[in-house]
């Protein structure tokens, strides 16, 4: 079911540069989860549109299938979008981008959207330095699904039913700058003060630009690792009447300042180290951001901010020398070169 | 001269990789210009170098373009294939090779006439460099057919200088290559052999085209402004050519900017989604692929059909299924393309089956998928794809303006009431769609693959749902009124029995049928140019008692969707079948039918 919010609104509220007030870019009353990450990222990118005076139906949200591809129909109800096919976002963003160069992309994404059965086709997006921004709402899990891992999710990590990953998780932003992008972040679904401004970032940039958001699922990574907890005895419990049962939980916030780290609780009473990065780093030394991701990794910590910029990113447009006006904008009289032509085309079949 | 003359069929064995294609096309071409009818079809490897590769090239001055079996005339220049190209002459017929080195006797047939010219021999006495002697030799052979087939010299000549007008360094070295064959065989064999060619006016304006240019240029001239594509024989040349025609076409005259983006995608997956991208966001969009990137694409095409976006899609198809027979014709993808998708879809198909047609039925892609909202998929295949074909000239009415389809505008939105993605206004089951970025405030939707209510809102209400699939099986219906109607080759009907047929089959289904003619044997025809089938094709199937389906697949897939579609009685729809890979013969078509016949004791 979709939800429609109540129309009706504050005469009074503020309004940006160009009139819209901040309710102009919400879309329908979401049916995640109490509590989802994925709520406040949507927070995020109603809040970054508005204070970047974002005309509506200048921008396109396009996503795959996930709980976070879902996440379109509840931000920017005057913005056209697209919920496409499983790991496909990127196929269809750059499509949609080849035929007007004008409007802004935002593609939604999950991590079993993006890093399993989509890779193929996020990894060429970024070679390609498409000109959008790809957001993806990392959870670790298959939340549509009932919660089983996801290419992400760290090895050692216990899922909900018990069992113990096994495998290497992808880090998608060790892979973005890996891969060239020109502009690649990493946040937090909790920390609105950092990830409001990324977005705006993010969207100004001419590129690729790629966040990667932990996003925490309040119903399928809500167990603590150990068969001795009080979370594992309730899943069992919860095994005779699982399919509707969702813990109400309160979203996770965190504020801290620049260079600090910071120890962030999730609601299943495990710990993610995060630290953001220092003031003096230097954004656009790709580099130095690799070196820093991996002693990071070393360490533990989840490392968040802005990772790596190009400031001299080129998007594909400027790459393949496509016109100034959006395609889709171009009629016969450019595009067909008539009949006269073609019988000098016919004269060279001779 | 007696002999056989303007009929004729002649293969050339080559090695691929070595420059044979040219001279091939050059021979082809002189015919070509002599007034003369030819229908060359290139029988390759799907291999870079090395490999035996075949040219065959019938030449018939009453304009039959369909294959015929039974070789006349074999340039034999590839010795690893000589035991096979030298059974495959016709008794009588003549086999014309490399002599440099000599034929092991024991392998020599003696009811063929050997035509020895040391091709090799005479290159390396003007050529110093191996690749030159390699492609000179190819010239060389050509100068000694002429000879023997009695081409106009100046004919080739004519067209050398053309090839390299911006080379005119090579022409020099061209003709005398061409004269040394030449003369080798006039010197050394009586010229012309039996069988020959002599000039007609058979052409009229005919060109020679390959259908898959044909179809970029259908393309260019219908607005596309978008190619997403991946690589994969037999479809690659048409995105080439795209390119290189759009190139010259459409820059922007002013700043020397593309009026086009081509993207080559990392798979067809990734290629059919560039293309719903652009549709969606109001571009014409295009994708060429065969068989295996239909398959790799059906998720997307069964969105596209779903969520109700435009696509165009070429499927050039060739030998299935898996890998298959990757450089040899077929028609085995009908089913996979006609419903390609989970769940109830069906697609609009046309079915070209000369390259003017795959100029025009692409542009016609174009409004068709527009209008419906919709993926509409042309099905070519490899010959018609891959080979030229004497084909007329392209025709584009300069007045034709592109039907876009029910889009509203900001100034439309403005004045409805309510916008709703999907209500069926006009109640022909089309609805309004809106482009991205027209309305600050109206008519943005959200466009899903799920289901969804006339609001585009999700729903999982289950009339709501049947409303809407039904509503797009509407759509159906109407677009029988649109879509190429069928060939008739009658003006009534002249008998109970019919012969079905389409694409590349024509050629050769028509030549069987002026056979059946010159026997006393009259069969009505019809050519079929798209799915779904109108009201013609109903009448034609109910109003003969036995047809016979011709088609070049293994399953008689064509049959299987006439059943599906218009829930005909199978046992009057008889099976006529070639795949293995070479296009269907007159021959075929008539033995097949002539053994149908005796099977099921009808007589005509």
């Not at chain 1, 919920?83 to 160069?101: D, F, I, L």
């Not at chain 1, 260079?259 to 990065?277: F, Q």
């Not at chain 2, 000599?102 to 010219?117: F, K, S, T």
Request: aromatic share 10%; charged share 25%; with cysteine.
């Amino acid at each position: 079911m979709t939800y429609v919010r109540p129309t009706f609104r504050h005469p009074g509220l503020p309004k940006n540069k160009i009139g819209y007030a901040k309710s102009d870019y919400e879309g329908s009353i979401s049916t995640l989860c109490a509590g989802c990450g994925h709520d406040s990222i949507s927070g995020a990118i109603v809040q970054a549109c508005y204070e970047m005076s974002v005309e509506p139906h200048k921008l396109a949200k396009i996503s795959g299938i996930g709980c976070s591809s879902k996440t379109p129909t509840y931000f920017l109800s005057n913005s056209h979008g697209f919920n496409s096919v499983h790991g496909r976002m990127p196929s269809v963003t750059t499509g949609a981008n080849m035929a007007n160069r004008d409007l802004i992309y935002l593609g939604v994404s999950g991590d079993g959207d993006t890093a399993s059965i989509g890779m193929g086709q996020f990894v060429h997006a970024v070679r390609r330095n498409l000109n959008m921004v790809y957001i993806v709402m990392n959870n670790g899990c298959y939340g549509l699904t009932k919660g089983q891992d996801s290419a992400t999710a760290d090895f050692g990590s216990r899922s909900k039913p018990g069992s113990v990953n096994q495998f290497q998780a992808i880090d998608l932003v060790g892979m973005a700058l890996e891969l060239n992008a020109t502009f690649v972040a990493r946040s937090f679904s909790g920390d609105k003060t950092q990830l409001v401004p990324m977005i705006k970032a993010a969207m100004s940039h001419p590129g690729f630009a790629f966040i990667d958001v932990i996003s925490p699922c309040v119903t399928f990574n809500n167990n603590v690792g150990s068969t001795k907890s009080y979370d594992y005895v309730r899943d069992h419990i919860e095994a005779t009447s699982e399919l509707d049962f969702v813990p109400e939980k309160d979203e996770i916030q965190v504020e801290y300042e620049e260079g600090k780290s910071a120890t962030v609780p999730l609601h299943d009473g495990s710990v993610i180290e995060l630290r953001k990065l220092s003031p003096e780093w230097n954004p656009t030394d790709r580099y130095s951001a690799v070196m820093r991701l991996q002693k990071a990794k070393i360490k533990g910590e989840i490392l968040t901010g802005l990772l790596y910029i190009d400031p001299e990113s080129k998007e594909l447009h400027d790459l393949m020398g496509t016109t100034d006006v959006p395609l889709n904008t171009l009629t016969e009289k450019e595009l067909c070169p008539g009949n006269e032509k073609l019988q000098q085309i016919n004269q060279s079949f001779r | 001269m007696s002999g056989k003359v303007n009929d004729l069929v002649i293969r050339f064995a080559n090695v691929n990789g070595t420059g044979s294609a040219s001279a091939n096309n050059m021979f082809s071409k002189s015919i070509f210009r002599m007034g003369i009818p030819v229908s060359p079809k290139n029988i390759f490897p799907s291999n870079i170098q090395g490999l035996p590769t075949w040219y065959e090239v019938r030449v018939n001055e009453d304009g039959y373009l369909g294959r015929r079996a039974g070789i006349d005339v074999l340039v034999g220049v590839n010795p690893q294939s000589f035991d096979q190209d030298m059974a495959s002459v016709e008794p009588g017929g003549y086999f014309v090779y490399d002599s440099t080195k000599p034929l092991y006797e024991d392998a020599m047939r003696e009811d063929i006439h050997y035509v020895g010219i040391p091709m090799m021999q005479i290159s390396m006495g003007f050529f110093e460099v191996a690749r030159l002697q390699q492609l000179f030799k190819n010239i060389i052979y050509v100068g000694a057919l002429a000879a023997l087939l009695d081409i106009e010299m100046d004919v080739i000549k004519k067209i050398i200088e053309e090839q390299f007008e911006k080379k005119p360094k090579l022409v020099p070295p061209n003709f005398q290559a061409l004269e040394a064959g030449y003369n080798y065989a006039i010197q050394n064999y009586d010229c012309p052999l039996n069988v020959r060619v002599e000039r007609r006016d058979n052409i009229g304006d005919k060109i020679l085209l390959e259908g898959n240019e044909a179809t970029a240029l259908g393309a260019i001239y219908a607005g596309a402004t978008v190619a997403g594509w991946y690589p994969i024989t037999p479809s690659t040349s048409i995105v080439k050519a795209f390119e290189t025609h759009v190139k010259k076409l459409r820059k922007d005259p002013e700043t020397g900017k593309n009026n086009f983006a081509i993207v080559q995608a990392e798979d067809e997956l990734a290629a059919m989604g560039m293309v719903i991208g652009a549709t969606w966001n109001g571009a014409r969009a295009f994708t060429a692929t065969s068989g295996p990137g239909v398959s790799l694409m059906s998720e997307f095409i069964g969105l596209a059909y779903f969520a109700e976006i435009p696509v165009v899609l070429v499927n050039v198809q060739r030998g299935g299924p898996s890998t298959g027979m990757p450089t040899r014709t077929q028609q085995p993808d009908l089913i996979s393309t006609a419903y390609a998708s989970h769940g109830d879809t069906k697609h609009i198909l046309l079915f070209p089956s000369t390259p003017k047609e795959c100029f025009e039925m692409m542009a016609d892609c174009f409004d068709l998928a527009d209008r419906f909202q919709t993926p509409v998929i042309m099905v070519s295949d490899l010959d018609l794809g891959m080979n030229i074909h004497l084909t007329d000239p392209l025709d584009w009415d300069d007045a034709r303006e592109y039907d876009r389809g029910k889009v509203y505008t900001a100034e439309d939105l403005d004045e409805i009431k309510e916008f709703g993605r999907y209500l069926d206004v006009d109640d022909d089951g089309v609805c309004y769609r809106t482009i991205p970025g027209t309305h600050p405030t109206k008519g943005s939707f959200f466009t899903r693959g799920t289901s969804r209510d006339e609001y585009a809102r999700y729903t999982e209400s289950g009339d709501v749902y049947v409303r809407v699939v039904n509503r797009i099986l509407k759509k159906w219906e109407t677009a029988k009124q649109y879509v190429p109607t069928p060939e008739l080759y009658q003006e009534s009907y002249q008998s109970k029995k019919g012969i079905i047929f389409f694409g590349t089959t024509t050629y050769a289904a028509i030549e069987a049928m002026d056979l059946f003619k010159q026997d006393g044997v009259s069969l009505d025809a019809m050519r079929i140019r798209s799915l779904p089938f109108n009201k013609t094709v109903e009448d034609f199937i109910e109003k003969h008692d036995e047809i016979f389906i011709i088609e070049q697949n293994r399953d008689a897939q064509f049959r299987s969707i006439i059943i599906n579609e218009l829930d005909t009685n199978p046992a009057k729809l008889i099976k006529i079948l070639n795949f293995d890979g070479m296009p269907i013969t007159a021959k075929t078509i008539m033995d097949l039918i002539m053994k149908s016949i005796k099977v099921l004791s009808v007589e005509f």
